[in-house]
């Protein structure tokens, strides 16, 4: 069976959710919006049943933590999406937070909220931070041992002093998802909306 290609969000309020099924209809792309959840409730194998029955992708799903320490639901099911046979993980958006238990990823890239590439790290608002190449978080520790092939850094989805925010078209998140469709070579053959003054 053909793989489905996806994106995995470190996060998953409703905030997210909203951001990313605008998004997905900018995109041509899916969202599991049964995803949301903060905890995330579904299972790994609830998700990828989920991810198999939508008619195209790339396809956008959530995981979330909400400060579990250790491994917790959202990282559980994000393992089980990230390593199953019938699914081809384009990249990965972390999202950053104010965690307590200090949980971190290596990133490639982050989005400031000024909608800036850096090489920094970001905080929850979207400012650079001084820590080269990684980012704090709820539901970021297993992404460093997985082979995804691009994690972009942003800060709170939707928010980030409502620089991200969805009546803006979410610009940072809109941007952070571009460039890793970009880099997968997913949109080669499609015009990708990269003008943010024609977001609605």
């Excluded at 008619?55 to 390593?83: C, H, K, N, W």
């Excluded at 290596?106 to 970001?122: F, H």
């Excluded at 994690?151 to 809109?174: A, F, L, N, P, Q």
Aim: net charge negative; proline share 2%; aromatic share 6%.
């Amino acid at each position: 069976m053909k793989k489905r290609k996806v994106i995995l969000v470190t996060d998953g309020d409703q905030h997210v959710q909203r951001a990313l099924e605008k998004l997905a209809k900018q995109f041509g792309a899916r969202c599991i919006s049964q995803s949301q959840g903060n905890p995330s409730r579904l299972t790994g194998k609830q998700l990828v049943d989920l991810i198999l029955q939508t008619p195209y992708d790339p396809v956008f799903v959530m995981f979330d933590d909400s400060g579990i320490i250790g491994e917790g639901s959202g990282e559980q099911a994000l393992r089980y999406v990230a390593t199953h046979e019938q699914i081809d993980v384009l990249g990965a958006v972390a999202v950053a937070s104010d965690t307590n238990n200090q949980e971190w990823t290596k990133v490639d890239i982050c989005v400031d909220y000024d909608g800036n590439l850096t090489a920094y790290g970001v905080d929850k608002e979207g400012i650079p931070e001084w820590e080269f190449g990684r980012i704090n978080g709820d539901t970021v520790y297993c992404l460093d041992q997985l082979s995804i092939p691009i994690i972009v850094g942003i800060g709170d989805i939707g928010k980030m002093r409502r620089r991200d925010d969805i009546r803006s078209g979410c610009r940072i998140t809109r941007k952070a998802i571009e460039y890793i469709l970009e880099r997968s070579k997913h949109d080669e053959n499609r015009k990708l909306h990269t003008d943010f003054s024609e977001v609605e």
